[in-house]
């Protein structure tokens, strides 16, 4: 009976002490030094290898080391082995960081004045205040409310959309496509925390950019692939939108010469707005590991249906 991590090799060194420590009776083996793959029962993976179900027939669990699952194709995974989201709590507050960082510096021109100091030109904008500022989240899991939550002590008035009703305090929640012209009408910097799905992706797109007061911004913290790339740099160019954040992009890493590296009114980085902390994640896999095999519900298994 093995575990097998499948992804950034420094931190699964990291992953193999604490494994060591705390699991000393589960053999714990790193891409690609797989030992024997009918002993393979559990893997941990970015990007998941291929032909899953052949190369590893006696799988139990597959968790994804983030908190998206875009990356996997389910039809791949046997019906009967769950999928599980990572909900280590390093994760979120890694994310709660980096969107408020992000917030703030869209709501303080941070991104214009970068693109202004690189041309050499020094100038005040139009000052606005939190409280005139809306920001809308798209997507009220786990990420989103929390985001929200540290969001208030900023005095910002506060929007919410999600497929499905959410109720949350001190935000203003919409559920459910026709309730979207609304939120985004509303909304001044419009956050996506969106998983990545058949009916999300390119949701970023013109159409909804027109929807937003002309003049807003943007920070995209869920996937590459729910945005309109030529759709955005249109937007930006043409003042629908004022300025953009993004850590996502579709493929990563953006290529040599994109518009997005030299683009004045995007500030752009790596991926790294949340990354998954290796001694609560262990623990996290440790305890699904157990409640399975008592044959508990497993907190963040994936929804086949809806893809997260």
Same mark, same amino acid.
């Given at each position: 009976m /093995?575990?097998?991590? =499948?992804?950034?090799?420094? @931190?699964?060194?990291?992953? &193999? @002490?604490?494994?060591? $420590?705390r699991a000393p009776d589960l053999p714990f083996r790193l891409w690609p030094d797989i030992g024997d793959p009918h002993a393979v029962r559990y893997l941990v993976a970015w990007?998941?290898? +291929? +032909?899953? &179900? /052949? /190369?590893?027939?006696?799988?139990?669990? *597959?968790?994804?080391v983030g908190a998206g699952v875009d990356q996997f194709d389910i039809t791949k995974l046997p019906p009967h082995v769950p999928l599980i989201r990572m909900l280590e709590p390093g994760?979120? +507050?890694?994310?709660?960081?980096? &969107?408020?960082?992000? *917030?703030?510096? %869209?709501? @303080?021109?941070?991104?214009q004045f970068i693109g202004q100091q690189r041309a050499q030109v020094w100038r005040e904008l139009p000052a606005t205040y939190t409280a005139e500022r809306r920001v809308g989240v798209m997507g009220l899991g786990l990420l989103g409310q929390a985001l929200l939550e540290?969001? =208030?002590?900023?005095?910002?008035?506060? %929007?919410?959309?999600? @497929?499905?009703?959410?109720?949350?305090?001190?935000?203003t929640c919409h559920a459910g496509a026709d309730a979207l012209p609304d939120f985004l009408g509303q909304t001044d910097i419009l956050v996506c925390l969106?998983?990545? /799905?058949? $009916?999300?992706?390119?949701?970023?797109? &013109? =159409?909804?950019?027109?929807?937003?007061?002309?003049?807003?911004?943007l920070l995209n913290v869920g996937r590459g692939g729910h945005l309109v790339e030529a759709d955005l740099i249109a937007a930006l160019d043409s003042g629908v939108l004022s300025s953009a954040v993004l850590?996502?992009?579709?493929?990563?890493?953006?290529?040599?010469g994109h518009p997005f590296w030299s683009h004045p009114r995007i500030l752009l980085t790596p991926h790294i707005a949340s990354t998954t902390k290796p001694e609560t994640a262990v623990d996290y896999v440790l305890d699904t590991i157990a409640r399975h095999r008592r044959g508990e519900p497993l907190p963040g298994r994936v929804d086949r249906d809806r893809g997260y």
């Open positions: /093995t575990f097998l991590y =499948k992804a950034n090799l420094v @931190r699964g060194a990291e992953w &193999a @002490r604490l494994f060591a $420590e990007q998941p290898p +291929d +032909d899953i &179900a /052949t /190369t590893f027939p006696n799988l139990e669990l *597959v968790f994804s994760i979120t +507050d890694r994310m709660v960081e980096y &969107a408020c960082m992000s *917030v703030l510096a %869209l709501h @303080r021109d941070l991104v540290r969001l =208030k002590s900023f005095g910002f008035p506060l %929007l919410g959309w999600n @497929r499905s009703p959410r109720s949350i305090a001190g935000v969106l998983p990545l /799905t058949s $009916e999300t992706r390119g949701i970023l797109d &013109a =159409k909804l950019f027109a929807r937003l007061p002309r003049g807003a911004r850590d996502v992009a579709e493929p990563e890493p953006v290529p040599a």
